[in-house]
């Protein structure tokens, strides 16, 4: 008889004793941690503590000094920058404070962005951006520009725009630093549904207890080292 035991979830990202220079200041100092396959992990910390720096090693946007960053076992720091740019459009989201939108592209066309850079074909296209405009609540708004859309459908639009590729790791700084409290709510519940239904892991850099508590681990930072660490019981 077949086991009907839930096989544990994977070690999706692993980061080994990784270490970031800027001008002669050690902004990261060997910092190490794991993150399975759909978990949600919050990175915190006083500003200045590497947050945003750890960040960026982890999407292969700036590269450690020294240690290691594997993604899936491919280790980030063996690759050249086509190789990174690939990892970034095909298995890495990223959502921003400030949304980033495209400003010459409507809503949709900014969720599409990412599937037609991946070659996704058009009826495929128009299927995934309708199904995740629909579920971030702002479907009504598919044609509008982004000057046009509140800093709250802005985010939800970043928000569809980074899971449009199926990504397997969604890396987030600050997405609610930029919208009021009722807002921010709103898109910390969708950001927390939508791990979970899509199985996404989830690395979100917060200044904010009430982002973090969507997370089921903290990694407290200071001065570019990993201080602390504790359980969170988001579910």
């Given at each position: 008889?077949?086991?009907?035991?839930?096989?544990?979830p994977s070690t999706l990202l692993r980061a080994r004793q990784v270490g970031r220079t800027y001008a002669g200041r050690?902004?990261?100092?060997?910092?190490?941690?794991?993150?399975?396959?759909?978990?949600?992990?919050?990175?915190?910390?006083?500003?200045?503590?590497?947050?945003?720096?750890?960040?960026?090693?982890?999407?292969?946007?700036?590269?450690?000094?020294?240690?290691?960053?594997?993604?899936?076992?491919?280790?980030?720091?063996?690759?050249?920058?086509?190789?990174?740019?690939?990892?970034?459009?095909?298995?890495?989201?990223?959502?921003?404070?400030?949304?980033?939108?495209?400003?010459?592209?409507?809503?949709?066309?900014?969720?599409?962005?990412?599937?037609?850079?991946?070659?996704?074909?058009?009826?495929?296209?128009?299927?995934?951006?309708?199904?995740?405009?629909?579920?971030?609540?702002?479907?009504?708004?598919?044609?509008?520009?982004?000057?046009?859309?509140?800093?709250?459908?802005?985010?939800?639009?970043?928000?569809?725009?980074?899971?449009?590729?199926?990504?397997?790791?969604?890396?987030?700084?600050?997405?609610?630093?930029?919208?009021?409290?009722?807002?921010?709510?709103?898109?910390?519940?969708?950001?927390?549904?939508?791990?979970?239904e899509t199985g996404t892991a989830l690395v979100l850099v917060t200044h904010s207890p009430e982002a973090a508590a969507?997370?089921?681990?903290?990694?407290?930072?200071?001065?570019?080292?990993?201080?602390?660490?504790?359980?969170?019981?988001?579910?």
């Amino acid at each position: 008889m077949k086991s009907t035991t839930p096989t544990p979830p994977s070690t999706l990202l692993r980061a080994r004793q990784v270490g970031r220079t800027y001008a002669g200041r050690a902004v990261l100092r060997g910092v190490s941690f794991d993150l399975k396959a759909g978990e949600r992990l919050a990175l915190v910390g006083p500003s200045g503590s590497g947050k945003t720096t750890l960040l960026n090693c982890l999407g292969g946007v700036d590269r450690p000094d020294s240690g290691s960053i594997e993604l899936n076992g491919v280790a980030l720091e063996t690759l050249n920058g086509d190789q990174l740019a690939e990892v970034r459009r095909r298995r890495l989201g990223t959502i921003f404070q400030f949304f980033h939108l495209l400003p010459t592209l409507t809503a949709a066309e900014n969720v599409e962005l990412p599937l037609q850079l991946n070659g996704v074909n058009s009826t495929e296209r128009v299927r995934r951006v309708q199904q995740l405009l629909d579920r971030v609540q702002v479907s009504h708004r598919a044609d509008a520009w982004p000057a046009q859309l509140s800093g709250g459908e802005m985010q939800r639009v970043a928000i569809a725009r980074a899971l449009a590729h199926q990504p397997e790791l969604l890396l987030a700084d600050e997405p609610t630093g930029n919208l009021d409290s009722k807002n921010g709510a709103n898109i910390l519940r969708l950001l927390r549904e939508l791990s979970n239904e899509t199985g996404t892991a989830l690395v979100l850099v917060t200044h904010s207890p009430e982002a973090a508590a969507i997370c089921h681990r903290e990694l407290e930072l200071r001065d570019g080292e990993v201080v602390g660490e504790r359980l969170l019981s988001a579910s």
